[in-house]
């Protein structure tokens, strides 16, 4: 029988996959050290989970809209002004199910057949996928070390056709970590405000944020752009709540029906329950950012330290999100047993065979030169797995 061609053409996710290769192995009484993470190692605060308790004993736990609850669109309403800089009314914000439904329920809203859509890479491993799912085209614009991992307009310019309708934004970033400044984003929004082209700008990661820089949206630069802006945030890395799967948009209101209407078919509302949590989370207090932020750097400041010090790798310090992007390209070539290391997936294997460290292949990330490591994960875990590495790289033959 012949199935979905679209369906097949999916692949998938590789940070999930190598993630559950480290848990079987753990299962199997393996000591494995992940690094393949992709969500913090802290608990869900305290007031978030007696919201949601509370929750269910009201009973508040029938639908609802389907685009979310009007007090939670609210909430997130008055966070993107008090924050952000941002007016928007309710109107213009849905509740999904996670940033990755938002995502999703974003590019089905814009795109018709052979659209293309600006992805900067290395990007996180969904963007292509989901941009094939509603029959658009991908259109990767790599970017390099050497310009911190951001890509300059001209770079954007040369990719622009009469078929690109939007361009993807990732600041901070997964998996570089980098992070547009100001000025930087207002060259990108002057430019899709003259080629009339949307931007989805991701900004799960903009509590996730180090030294000196600030997280500024993009739609914040002026009106135009903001008009022509898809927010997409949410809960899951901020507030350590990736389980509850709630994420939102905030959009033009016609842009913002048009998902709702989407959404009422496919999902309903997301989950009541996280609804009333995520609204504890925001309107709650903040201080368990601070403390999560404080423990990210520390790690940080560890993992980049120990990589640079080691030979033949070496990695750019990342000012947000929680992964380092190791650059593994002067090994190549060497071997460990007998396998030659000739690009990220045969580094991430061997090393995860015979390291018991388990990190994600750029391979995924367009970028095969480099393997992401999660630091959302403990300094004594990040200690020992870089030990292995270590000790992995000692071992190499030329
Ligand atoms: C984790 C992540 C998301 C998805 O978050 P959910 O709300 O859990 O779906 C979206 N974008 C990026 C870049 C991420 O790393």
Redesign the pocket.
């Known amino acids: 029988m012949v199935l979905s061609k679209k369906g097949l053409s999916i692949n998938p996710s590789p940070t999930l996959s190598i993630d559950a290769k480290a848990k079987k192995m753990r299962a199997d009484g393996i000591d494995v050290i992940g690094f393949g993470a992709?969500?913090p190692d802290f608990d869900t605060p305290e007031h978030v989970k007696k919201a949601a308790i509370a929750a269910i004993e009201a009973g508040f736990t029938k639908y609802t809209p389907a685009s979310g609850t009007l007090e939670l669109k609210q909430a997130i309403c008055d966070k993107l002004k008090t924050e952000n800089g941002l007016e928007y009314t309710p109107a213009n914000i849905i509740v999904s199910?996670?940033?990755?439904?938002?995502?999703v329920n974003a590019f089905q809203a814009i795109c018709n057949p052979g659209d293309e859509v600006i992805i900067p890479g290395p990007y996180?491993v969904?963007y292509p996928e989901m941009v094939k799912l509603v029959d658009a085209v991908p259109v990767i614009v790599n970017t390099t070390e050497e310009s911190g991992f951001k890509f300059t307009v001209e770079q954007l310019r040369q990719a622009l056709t009469e078929k690109t309708k939007a361009i993807v934004l990732?600041s901070p970033?997964?998996p570089t970590g980098m992070v547009y400044t100001k000025d930087e984003l207002a060259a990108i929004a002057d430019l899709a405000v003259n080629h009339g082209i949307f931007v989805i700008s991701?900004e799960?990661?903009e509590k996730l944020i180090y030294d000196n820089y600030t997280h500024v949206s993009i739609a914040s630069i002026n009106d135009k752009i903001k008009e022509q802006t898809i927010i997409?945030n949410?809960?899951?890395?901020a507030y350590a709540?990736?389980g509850w799967?709630?994420?939102y948009t905030a959009s033009n209101a016609q842009i913002a029906k048009i998902m709702a209407n989407i959404q009422s078919h496919a999902t309903s509302n997301p989950n009541s329950i996280a609804q009333k949590a995520a609204l504890a989370a925001i309107r709650g207090p903040q201080d368990v950012i601070g403390t999560m932020v404080g423990e990210f750097v520390r790690r940080r400041d560890y993992m980049v330290e120990r990589i640079n010090a080691m030979p033949g790798l070496s990695c750019v310090k990342p000012n947000g999100?929680f992964y380092v992007l190791m650059n593994i390209s002067k090994i190549f070539g060497k071997s460990f047993k007998g396998t030659t290391i000739t690009n990220s997936d045969v580094f991430a294997e061997l090393l995860l065979e015979h390291a018991k460290v388990a990190l994600v292949p750029g391979s995924g990330f367009s970028i095969d030169t480099h393997v992401r490591l999660s630091y959302a994960t403990s300094l004594n875990n990040i200690t020992e797995g870089l030990n292995r590495i270590e000790a992995f790289l000692h071992d190499m033959h030329e």
């Open positions: 992709g969500e199910n996670g940033a990755k439904h938002s995502l996180w969904s990732n970033c997964n991701d799960i990661y997409v949410g809960m899951s890395k709540m990736t799967r709630i994420g999100a």
